[in-house]
């Protein structure tokens, strides 16, 4: 009411009425006409007519609901009423909400947390100290290695590579047979033409040679086996229960089928290799000489010769060379002397003499080497039956001889049979001829004797100067004895008879006063003479009995062992029992002198014992 | 008919023929060489028909006799491109169709 007074006023103070231009021209009677309205609550401007699209119809419908409600003015207030809920609750927080203003700062956040949670430490005593030590310095240290060298390789297997790679596999064998067998056959044409020429089949085994000398020695040594154990170690227990006597255990046998019908006719050991020694073979029957041969055995092999020479002339003497051990002296039945050389291949010698060069007329009889001479030219000695001495002197290559002595001088049909050097005195040797006497002589002197001994019946078979006494040599003879000499009277000192010719003697090179002699009968005696003057310490038949004639004997010169040679063309070696070695027994605790001075004085105080007997029994 | 026959009689002389070992390819020093191939030998004839274990029993072999580090390759085709220490492979042929390459690497 307030406002439509306000409005009506406000039009009244302009005075006038203001009519719109569109309003109808009435008349006083149509203005007093009464017109009767009846107001509804329907909008006359609302749409009678809307129309709706039915789905469930499918068809238009008419809509007779329609929204009577017509909005002229809306004014939202900022006003609420005091009762309202809404006015309530805005009451509620607003009271709130100004306590929260005042806090509401940016550091209020911090402290929110700060507040959480504080730490409980000990508030009486709590110190928080800390330190830090010194941390050693960090240091690396690193090397490489070179690696080992390493290359690349590449190739394809395939199944045709490895059938082609196989192929020329194949092919090449072929040639190299192809290639081997044209060789041969190459070289058997030529043997052929070589065959025609000389009818000499070419079984040349040298580059075998070696190979196979050791196996023949691997296999004599496996079948020999008790053999080589007796030799090394076997000694025989019951000389313990003998009083002096002892016993020769028989080793090896050593033959050769060539040289069967042959006599042993000298024996000699290597003075550098003691396993090794050499054997003449001839014939001392006259009537029944031929070929000859020299042979060397080892006692490392007793099946076969190391070394065969066949000779053309009976072999009856044999020496080798004390330093020179490969160079062998030989004299023949022929008269002839050889030198071989065992380095060098070949049946033949390398010196011979012949008739121009002096060669002896008959059989050699012994050939002994001698030390080298002031031009150091190697020389030997040889003693014939023609009655000469004579020296052989090996200069290039041919033989020099000089005659030492003839023994014709007294006689003019004597001839010398054996003769031995003085060991110590070079220039003094004696000879020993067929009529039985044994003549002193020296190398200085051509024409005469120093002594002459009446030693024996026949012919003196060997003369050996003791090893060790300066003085004494032995003899021994057909004629059944052994005698002992010292040269400086012509008297023998000891006199052996054996019942049987005596082959040969020989001093044992362990003692002065021991010896071994070998008779036909095929005996072996020991004597010796520091523990029996009178007998033998040892007779023992080596051989059958009447069939075999034992010819010569050999000491080794480092092994307890001797070497016997028979008429049968085969050497047997034996072993001396202990007692036949024994050294003469000292007192109880007291150490035995020994050397070459003690047997020198062992053989003298013998040599005394006589001397003293002899001269009480001629006074 | 009388044409195969031939023909299998060449084949059966061609793997008698072809069943020696053949070293191809070698820088081993002689005793090595021999004892290696014939413990490929050993090897394949033991496993004729498997390979691996073959080539199995080959490089333990050869890694306990010679030291670690050892391949085997066995077969009847095959190409290869290797890096092998210096004096330490072998490449054979053996019985007809196998290959084995045997080399040390570490």
Redesign the interface.
């Known amino acids: 009411e307030d406002d439509f007074g306000d409005y009506g006023w406000e039009e009244r103070t302009h005075g006038k009425l203001t009519k719109p231009a569109d309003q109808l021209d009435l008349t006083e009677a149509e203005l007093k006409e009464e017109v009767t309205r009846i107001l509804t609550a329907e909008n006359p401007h609302a749409p009678q007519n809307i129309v709706r699209y039915s789905f469930k119809e499918g068809a238009f419908k008419l809509t007779s609901v329609v929204d009577q409600l017509a909005v002229h003015f809306v004014l939202d207030g900022c006003l609420i009423h005091q009762d309202s809920d809404e006015a309530r609750r805005l009451a509620a927080n607003g009271g709130e909400d100004e306590d929260a203003g005042e806090d509401d700062r940016p550091d209020s956040v911090a402290s929110k947390t700060n507040e959480q949670e504080p730490k409980c430490t000990n508030q009486f005593n709590f110190i928080e100290r800390a330190s830090q030590t010194l941390n050693n310095a960090l240091r690396d240290r690193s090397c490489q290695t070179v690696p080992p060298p390493r290359c690349n390789y590449s190739a394809t297997a395939t199944q045709w590579e490895i059938y082609d790679a196989y192929t020329e596999e194949l092919q090449k064998q072929e040639m190299k047979k192809d290639k081997q067998r044209a060789f041969q056959i190459k070289k058997d044409g030529d043997q052929n033409k070589k065959k025609i020429l000389n009818e000499t089949p070419n079984d040349d085994i040298t580059p075998m040679a070696m190979p196979v000398t050791l196996l023949e020695r691997m296999v004599n040594q496996n079948t020999c086996n008790d053999i080589a154990q007796d030799f090394k170690y076997f000694e025989d227990a019951a000389d313990e229960y003998r009083e002096q006597e002892g016993t020769l255990l028989p080793l090896w046998k050593f033959q050769y089928d060539k040289a069967k019908w042959m006599c042993v006719t000298a024996l000699c050991w290597n003075e550098k290799y003691p396993d090794l020694f050499g054997v003449a073979l001839g014939s001392y029957d006259f009537s029944k000489q031929g070929r000859g041969m020299l042979l060397f055995y080892t006692l490392k092999n007793s099946t076969f010769p190391e070394y065969i020479f066949p000779t053309g002339s009976g072999a009856l003497s044999l020496d080798i060379h004390k330093r020179n051990s490969y160079l062998v002296a030989a004299g023949f039945y022929d008269g002839c002397v050889c030198v071989y050389n065992l380095k060098k291949k070949g049946p033949e010698p390398e010196y011979k003499s012949n008739a121009k060069t002096g060669k002896h007329t008959d059989p050699v009889w012994q050939v002994r080497w001698q030390n080298d001479d002031m031009d150091n030219k190697h020389n030997f000695y040889s003693v014939s039956s023609d009655g000469r001495v004579v020296s052989w002197t090996l200069i290039k290559n041919e033989l020099v001889f000089s005659d030492t002595i003839r023994l014709t001088v007294a006689d003019p049909d004597v001839g010398g049979t054996c003769f031995d050097f003085h060991k110590q005195t070079d220039s003094l040797f004696v000879v020993g001829t067929e009529e039985g006497k044994i003549h002193k002589c020296s190398k200085n002197y051509s024409s005469q004797f120093l002594e002459t001994y009446a030693a024996h019946n026949m012919a003196v078979d060997a003369v050996k100067w003791n090893p060790y006494h300066p003085k004494v040599f032995i003899s021994c003879s057909s004629d059944w004895t052994i005698k002992i000499w010292d040269h400086t009277v012509n008297t023998p000192m000891f006199t052996f008879e054996l019942n049987a010719p005596v082959a040969d003697v020989a001093w044992a090179p362990h003692s002065s006063t021991s010896f071994a002699a070998v008779t036909t009968e095929g005996l072996v005696h020991v004597f010796d003479l520091s523990i029996n003057k009178y007998q033998a310490i040892c007779q023992q038949p080596v051989v059958a009995k009447n069939k075999t004639k034992l010819t010569h004997i050999e000491f080794n010169p480092v092994h307890p062992i001797i070497i016997v040679g028979d008429d049968r063309g085969s050497v047997i070696s034996l072993k001396l029992s202990p007692n036949l070695r024994k050294k003469p027994k000292g007192k109880k605790g007291q150490e035995l002198p020994e050397g070459p001075e003690v047997e020198t004085a062992k053989m003298e105080k013998l040599l005394n014992l006589l001397r003293d007997s002899e001269q009480s029994s001629v006074k | 008919m009388a044409g195969t026959g031939e023909g299998k009689k060449e084949e059966a002389d061609y793997k008698r023929?072809?069943s020696f070992p053949?070293i191809?390819?070698t820088d081993m020093p002689e005793e090595m060489r021999v004892e290696t191939m014939e413990l490929c030998v050993t090897a394949c004839e033991k496993f004729a028909t498997n390979n691996e274990s073959a080539a199995k029993m080959i490089k333990e072999s050869m890694d306990k006799k010679f030291g670690s580090s050892w391949h085997v390759v066995i077969?009847?085709?095959?190409?290869?491109?290797?890096?092998?220490?210096?004096k330490n492979?072998l490449?054979m042929?053996f019985g007809?169709?196998?290959?084995v390459?045997v080399?040390k690497?570490s």
């Open positions: 023929l072809h053949l191809r390819h077969g009847e085709g095959f190409g290869f491109e290797v890096t092998h220490e210096v492979l490449y042929f007809g169709s196998l290959a390459c080399w690497c």
